[in-house]
């Protein structure tokens, strides 16, 4: 994907508020600090479009990118995160909820898992419900610079398994610091922005 053009939409958090162009949409989900806003940043090249942090939480809205005036990134609230009180993560809940099952120009939700750690419990009800949605054909493993090659497929097996990913979907190693799994990544979202292309 060639990127001529990326900016930063703005962060909402109400369905009214998203932006009404009908473009396709690709959103980005999983718990926080996972790299969900790094994974951005590296698939659009460019160091601090996203917002990111080594405290956790950083991302608390619905945070949208432009590109190439042509589609959309969608950065979501990460999930899992342990100082937030009940009333806050209900209001996660509802606003994704809204998100998920109302955005129309929605084509693809990919899950992003820490290569290092088998998926929590949180990651696990996420899947399934963007697997629900008719979403999830990509898993994105964060953090691959972290371990060895042998381990990395290691771990993207035991991913693989316990999130009950079916044989279709893919899952694939990811490094924003080695910028590895760039293109595959890219390659793999393409596909569903062409078929949204009617
Ligand atoms: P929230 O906004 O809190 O939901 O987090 P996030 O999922 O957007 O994570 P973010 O991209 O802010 O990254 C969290 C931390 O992990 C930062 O310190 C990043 O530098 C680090 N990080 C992200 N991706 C990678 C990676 O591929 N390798 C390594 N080594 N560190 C990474
Ligand atoms: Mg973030």
Do not use: C
Not at 81 to 97: F, L, P, Q, T
């Amino acid at each position: 994907m060639k990127i001529k053009e990326a900016s930063f939409v703005g962060s909402f958090v109400k369905p009214e508020q998203f932006p009404d162009e009908m473009m396709p949409e690709i959103a980005l989900a999983g718990r926080s600090n996972v790299g969900k806003s790094s994974l951005i940043n590296t698939l659009l090249g460019r160091k601090k479009l996203a917002k990111t942090s080594g405290a956790p939480g950083k991302t608390r809205t619905i945070n949208f990118y432009r590109i190439n005036q042509n589609f959309f990134f969608v950065d979501l609230p990460g999930y899992g995160y342990a100082k937030v009180s009940k009333k806050e993560r209900d209001s996660w809940g509802k606003m994704i909820e809204n998100y998920l099952a109302k955005r129309e120009t929605l084509r693809e939700v990919v899950l992003l898992v820490d290569i290092r750690h088998d998926p929590s419990e949180d990651d696990r009800i996420m899947y399934e419900w963007i697997r629900h949605q008719g979403f999830g054909h990509l898993v994105v493993a964060t953090k691959a610079d972290k371990l060895s090659r042998s381990r990395q497929m290691q771990q993207m097996r035991r991913i693989k398994t316990k999130l009950a990913m079916p044989d279709s979907a893919v899952i694939l190693p990811f490094s924003a610091l080695k910028k590895t799994g760039t293109e595959e990544v890219w390659k793999l979202l393409e596909t569903h922005l062409e078929t949204s292309e009617t």
